[in-house]
């Protein structure tokens, strides 16, 4: 596995599928201090100044995509925020989000497939200041104790905490299937009351879990319902599993 860092590029996703393109074989991460024309889930803008968080990809070649990559991305930043400041109020927003329970989000992940593999792209906030005001976004420096910023060495010890932890709960789903996935998720993920856009219409229920295909389970009106895609709003939380 390598990882390069460079300074500016469109998009870390863009900079990944061209070296898979490009026949690379291995896991291949690239972070960039700063993405130009970034993008998230359903080509939504992302913001990426300079240092202001690690904004990185991993690209696994020969890797077949699958529903639960996204989750599993999801618990490798979990852990990567805990390490890093373990009272952090955050948890796993489904599907593939890290918020506070007022919805700031300090964490999204975009999979994406190609021909010749899997990428997953990252954008991890790390200092709040540097980040577009307006934004409903936080960086991990407000439960850190740093007075540089932008703190480089914070970036690249992130940066490489992140991209082994993408790793290795990529390859885990490889090679052991997935209820590692489905029990972390489901200790660390946000429950409560949440807010549901999907494409039927718009459904408000109470989150009972994750199930083996990475579909979020609500009760609805007494009714259970599974989601394979929508944009979650945390409305009315308890505190997972796992405690934050």
């Keep these: 596995m390598r990882i390069e860092f460079i300074m500016r590029c469109v998009s870390t996703n863009t900079v990944a599928r061209e070296w898979l393109a490009a026949g690379g074989s291995g896991i291949y991460a690239v972070v960039a201090a700063e993405q130009t024309a970034a993008r998230g889930r359903r080509n939504r803008f992302w913001a990426s100044p300079a240092y202001g968080g690690v904004w990185m990809s991993v690209a696994f070649a020969r890797v077949t995509p699958k529903p ?76 850190l104790q740093t007075e540089d910023v932008p703190d480089r060495r914070l970036h690249r010890d992130v940066a490489e905490t992140l991209v082994r932890s993408v790793c290795k709960w990529i390859m885990r789903l490889e090679d052991e299937g997935a209820d590692a996935i489905i029990d972390a998720a489901n200790e660390w993920m946000w429950r409560g009351t949440v807010r549901l856009e999907t494409e039927e219409g718009v459904f408000v229920g109470q989150t009972l879990g994750v199930e083996e295909n990475g579909e979020l389970v609500v009760d609805v009106g007494g009714e259970k319902k599974h989601f394979l895609v929508a944009d979650v709003r945390l409305l009315r939380l308890q505190k997972p599993i796992g405690g934050t």
Excluded: M
């Design 68 to 143: 639960l990559q996204t989750l599993a991305a999801g618990v490798a930043a979990y852990q990567t925020a805990k390490q890093f400041a373990p009272n952090a109020p955050i948890a796993i927003r489904w599907p593939n989000d890290l918020t506070t329970a007022d919805n700031r989000k300090l964490c999204g992940i975009l999979c994406e497939a190609c021909p010749q593999g899997l990428i997953v792209g990252v954008g991890f906030n790390l200092h709040t200041s540097l980040l577009p005001a307006g934004l409903n976004a936080v960086g991990l420096d407000e439960w």
